[in-house]
Structures are given as C-alpha cells and as structure tokens.
C-alpha cells in the first residue's frame, strides 16, 4: 500500500531553517508528481510547493517563493523540502501528497510533520 512518512519538523526561531523530508512507498515514486501542504489551525490545507516527475518543473505558493525549495531524490524515494528565512506564519503541520492512479487519481497523505516557528 502507499505509505508516505514525512520527518524533520522541529520548532525553530524566525529567521531560521528546517529540512522536511518525506520518504515513499508502496508505488512508482519516479513516475509521479510529489507536494507538499501545510495546515494552520483554524485553516485550510494549502499547497505550499510540487515538483514533477523528473524535477524539471517546481511550483510554489506565493508566500513561500523564495524562501523555500522543493526537491527530489527518486533513487531514496524521497521529496524534500528546504524551508529558509522561516516566518511566525509558516507555523503549521506540513503534510507530503501524491495523487495515484492512471484514470482516478486517489489521493495519499502522510501523517504531518509540526513546524513551528516561535521566538
């Protein structure tokens, strides 16, 4: 089955950094787009940033474009994501996802990862 652990979040000072990790199994991971979401409390799920298949092509929300970096290593199996210049707003649960399937893609989550951004 699709298993999607994500790991790295912590609770860091404005201004700092954190690498997340999230590690895939149970499919194809280097044919499949990956991303990455967050959620605030009281918030919606957002996309915070994806990348296809072959890493040629990221995209991110506006409030995180550039400060952070989405990347791939398909021979690990895992997506990253680079968070820099880390705000008070960015404080959230960050989740990886990838939609599998050929016709009616379902969509998997990890469990979340805590980032917290806090002085």
């Known amino acids: 089955q699709v298993l999607l652990v994500e790991s790295g979040g912590g609770l860091v000072e404005p201004g700092g950094s954190l690498r997340l990790s999230c590690t895939a199994s149970?499919?194809?991971?280097?044919?499949?787009?990956m991303t990455w979401y967050r959620q605030a409390p009281g918030k919606e799920r957002e996309l915070v940033a994806g990348?296809?298949?072959?890493?040629?092509?990221?995209n991110y929300a506006d409030s995180v474009k550039g400060r952070f970096a989405i990347s791939r290593d398909n021979a690990k199996n895992t997506v990253y994501l680079q968070m820099n210049s880390l705000k008070p707003e960015d404080t959230a649960v960050y989740y990886c996802?990838?939609?599998?399937?050929?016709?009616?893609?379902?969509?998997?989550w990890g469990q979340g990862t805590q980032v917290t951004v806090s002085s």
């Open positions: 990348i296809s298949s072959n890493s040629k092509s990221t």
């Open positions: 149970g499919f194809t991971f280097s044919v499949y787009r």
């Open positions: 996802n990838v939609k599998v399937g050929p016709l009616v893609p379902i969509d998997y």
